[in-house]
């Protein structure tokens, strides 16, 4: 279990790039370089982390380490991949809040804004061309930002997610970008383990109910946008934004999403830097509790569909549902792209010109996050 929390606590330190490289990382350090796993038991994993709402380079490490040392092994990977960009971006969270009226920091924060509006329209090509390859999808993904720009909400997203699963599982048509491969001799169940899927399901319906003060909203919302997060991470940022919106400003998070993007690991630990700044009486503790409601969900339906998935997903309604969610969560990511990113970051014709360059520099010329972000924010400063 030790050697688990140390190879991915120096996997932590170093995977700056997004989940794909995340997961390339792993590939080189767990199947090439140490033999933990074979590179079909490594796409197996993978294909099932994609699927399940969640991060999916988070998920996959909890799986390589459940699978190297059972339970605690798969926690230790969970805590050595999270815990760098935990602690930097619960320091950003701190310091951010000493610091105020400061018009170089707002102008900096700025540039972050604009990061953050450049990630989110690469992600949302990236992700169209991924996952909405047919007609249907693409329908699906237009309808369904339009529907969040007509009717923005919660209630409006789990609608759209929902109809889109039917939909497609009525079709029984599946995407064959997210297709799993075949299934081997490796050993699985017909059955989920079903106390685990039972806690999943208490714990979705019963923290909004039992949900008092500041803590316990902290844990229904961050719970909730956890079980919905399908598609991967950047998804997170709608969710969040419409769950907080009563209690964050907008800028603080997207403040929080475009330093997350400057940290290496998981994008997820976004929820630190939020988490501090929702209990400013108890930083640390805000932080902790929306790191591990957010990760929490994915991870307990890793761990009870895990053996038993490649059996459901020879099904045709199953693989259906699932692109369903898949192109849904593009069109909500398209919707977030308007509101709240662009409408926070695109206040004057020098903004657009600034995102115009970036996504440029990102897109065309694959120049990375980080040298991104410093231009971005240096350009703004000297703009000023």
């Excluded at 009226?101 to 690469?122: M, R, Y």
């Excluded at 929080?256 to 501090?276: E, I, K, M, N, R």
Aim: glycine share 10%; aromatic share 10%.
């Amino acid at each position: 279990m030790t050697a688990v929390f140390l190879q991915f606590l120096w996997l932590g330190c170093i995977s700056f790039g997004g989940p794909a490289a995340h997961i390339g990382y792993f590939q080189r350090t767990f199947v090439q370089r140490l033999g933990w796993l074979s590179q079909a038991e490594f796409a197996r994993q993978l294909a099932l982390c994609q699927l399940l709402p969640g991060p999916a380079s988070s998920q996959l490490g909890f799986a390589i380490g459940r699978q190297h040392a059972g339970l605690g092994g798969a926690l230790a990977a969970f805590i050595g991949f999270t815990l760098p960009s935990f602690l930097l971006l619960f320091a950003a969270a701190i310091g951010l809040a000493q610091l105020t009226d400061s018009l170089w920091l707002e102008t900096a924060l700025h540039g972050l804004k604009l990061l953050a509006l450049v990630v989110v329209a690469d992600a949302v090509l990236t992700m169209s061309r991924q996952f909405c390859q047919s007609r249907l999808l693409q329908g699906i993904m237009v309808v369904s930002a339009a529907a969040l720009w007509w009717q923005p909400g919660l209630l409006t997203q789990v609608i759209l997610l929902t109809g889109a699963a039917l939909l497609c599982a009525r079709l029984g048509k599946g995407q064959d970008a997210t297709d799993p491969p075949p299934l081997s001799a490796a050993p699985t169940t017909r059955q989920p383990h079903w106390p685990t899927l039972l806690l999943f399901g208490l714990l979705f319906v019963g923290l909004p109910l039992l949900a008092d003060g500041p803590a316990g909203r902290l844990l229904a919302d961050f719970y909730r946008a956890g079980s919905l997060v399908f598609g991967g991470g950047h998804v997170v940022l709608p969710l969040l934004s419409e769950g907080l919106g009563q209690t964050l400003s907008q800028p603080q998070i997207l403040t929080g999403y475009g330093l997350a993007q400057l940290v290496p690991g998981p994008l997820f630990t976004l929820a630190s830097y939020l988490g501090a700044l929702l209990l400013p009486t108890s930083p640390l503790a805000g932080a902790l509790l929306a790191t591990l409601a957010l990760f929490l969900p994915g991870f307990l339906l890793l761990w009870a569909i895990g053996p038993c998935w490649q059996r459901w997903l020879t099904r045709p309604a199953l693989a259906g549902a699932v692109s369903g969610i898949n192109a849904a969560v593009v069109g909500l990511l398209l919707a977030a792209l308007y509101q709240p990113v662009w409408q926070s970051a695109v206040l004057t014709p020098t903004d657009l010109a600034l995102a115009t360059l970036g996504f440029y520099l990102l897109r065309a010329l694959k120049l990375p996050i980080l040298p991104l972000a410093a231009l971005l924010v240096t350009t703004s400063l000297l703009l000023r």
